[in-house]
């Protein structure tokens, strides 16, 4: 079964980008570009970004 979580061997700031390129499969870099972009209109790029990281649980915290 394939869950979304924040990484955290491949991460920069909170694993949020990490941890959609692993679930994806798509490079991480995409994500960070897509999150610095969002934020040139208003911050809505670190809005999501916070968000998406309170929700995210650890990847060391999800139970097998």
Do not use: H, Q
């Not at 911050?43 to 916070?50: F, K, S, T």
Request: charged share 20%; with cysteine.
């Amino acid at each position: 079964m394939k869950r979304l979580y924040r990484s955290e061997m491949n991460y920069k700031w909170l694993g949020v980008a990490a941890g959609l390129g692993e679930y994806y499969t798509v490079d991480p870099v995409f994500f960070r570009i897509m999150f610095v972009g969002l934020c040139l209109f208003k911050g809505l790029g670190l809005l999501l970004y916070l968000i998406m990281a309170l929700c995210m649980p650890a990847k060391s915290k999800i139970r097998p």
